[in-house]
């Protein structure tokens, strides 16, 4: 008889989803860095392989975490890993820091980074 290993799975804050998907479409500074250290590390990562970098909310919302984006491709390439990398890959993989077990509170996955829809309803939000 197969067992089955159950996939790890890391729950972020509601802070850290809405961050996600909206970092293309406003100022997110001051809510990041409310964000825990890990959140941090992990919406830098996620961000990276999700978002248009090219996106100029995008690129405004990570500069100041680009010595965050220089650790995750250091251990990316196998140049050495930080304690924080290594307490993400703890906490998401074996060897790897394994993205795809980000969960929020409620258990559901990742959503996809806001399009243009979503981006013009989360402006909105503020002029009512």
Known sequence: MEETTEKKKFSVSDEFV???????????????AN??????YALVAL??????????FVRHNLL????IGQAIYDAMEELGTDEVIDRLIELT???YVDLSVLVDGSGNEMPAPA??????DYKLRFID
């Open 18 to 32: 809405e961050t996600y998907k909206y970092l293309n479409a406003g100022d997110m500074t001051s809510v990041i």
């Open 35 to 40: 964000l825990s250290v890990l959140e941090r």
């Open 47 to 56: 961000s990276l392989d999700n978002h248009d970098i090219k996106n100029h």
């Open 64 to 67: 100041p975490l680009k010595d």
């Open 93 to 95: 993989g074996d060897k």
């Open 115 to 120: 399009n243009d829809a979503e981006v013009r």
